[in-house]
């Protein structure tokens, strides 16, 4: 068996996912609070070598045949924060997660602080999952009570009338979470949010993406570099293994 062509396929499928990874970062580079996908690689051990000394079933002079993979992660580095001056949208400084209601009732976390109203004036999100506090309620505000304002901890107060808590959440290990679409994170079995008792928002800001468009198209070259070299590789060896097989006969 030829490995080197399978190890140079692997390499293939490898650069594919990383390729994918870097063109969802450079489309989404413009969305609030979105979180890049990181790429890795490492390799994996699939059946062994038998050397040219080992000719006998139970010799062990033999080397493992090792092919590449890449693996993706996302990275939450968090991203800059601009101002807006809306009263509705909050940035998370450092570590934490606003939790808002999904319609059929269960949980989800983003860092997507961009909030308006609804016409019961409940604030949702821009796809309208409820803001909830941390009494587990959707946060509600109300007519003619006057400016909302949102301190830093949390604590929401519109003129003199205080309207709960924002719950923000975070996780030990937030790379476990699954994305859903619009920037929305649900947790799996066994990995419970703990509340973040001393949070940072700042009130009319908006935390951008964590993807640097220079760096993924820089990223994006180095792939298109390394997929051109292995399908050369390919090209090579498929010629050099026709040329034995003409010269056999």
Not at 92 to 105: A, S
Not at 149 to 154: E, K, L, R, T
Not at 157 to 183: C, H, K, M, N, W
Not at 209 to 237: F, G, W
């Amino acid at each position: 068996m030829n490995v080197g062509l399978y190890q140079s396929a692997a390499s293939l499928s490898a650069l594919e996912r990383w390729q994918d990874a870097v063109a969802q970062n450079i489309t989404s580079g413009e969305v609030t609070a979105y979180k890049k996908r990181a790429t890795y690689f490492a390799s994996v051990q699939s059946g062994a070598l038998q050397s040219r000394s080992g000719t006998n079933a139970g010799d062990n002079d033999s080397q493992p045949s090792i092919f590449p993979v890449a693996l993706t992660a996302i990275s939450f580095r968090q991203g800059e924060t601009r101002p807006t001056g809306n009263d509705l949208d909050i940035a998370i400084q450092g570590d934490g997660f606003f939790e808002v209601k999904m319609p059929d009732g269960t949980r989800a976390y983003t860092r997507n602080g961009e909030f308006q109203t609804r016409a019961d004036r409940i604030v949702v999100t821009t796809q309208g999952h409820e803001l909830l506090t941390e009494a587990g309620t959707p946060l509600q505000v109300m007519p003619g009570l006057g400016k909302i304002v949102i301190n830093s901890d949390g604590t929401v107060v519109q003129g003199d009338t205080p309207l709960g808590r924002l719950s923000i959440q975070r996780f030990a290990y937030p790379e476990l979470l699954t994305p859903l679409s619009g920037g929305l994170y649900v947790s799996g079995a066994g990995m419970a949010p703990v509340p973040v008792t001393k949070p940072e928002l700042m009130q009319g800001y908006l935390e951008e993406s964590n993807s640097t468009p220079l760096h993924e198209m820089a990223d994006l070259v180095t792939v298109s570099r390394a997929y051109e070299a292995n399908q050369k590789l390919i090209t090579s060896r498929d010629e050099l293994l026709e040329k034995v097989l003409q010269a056999l006969g």
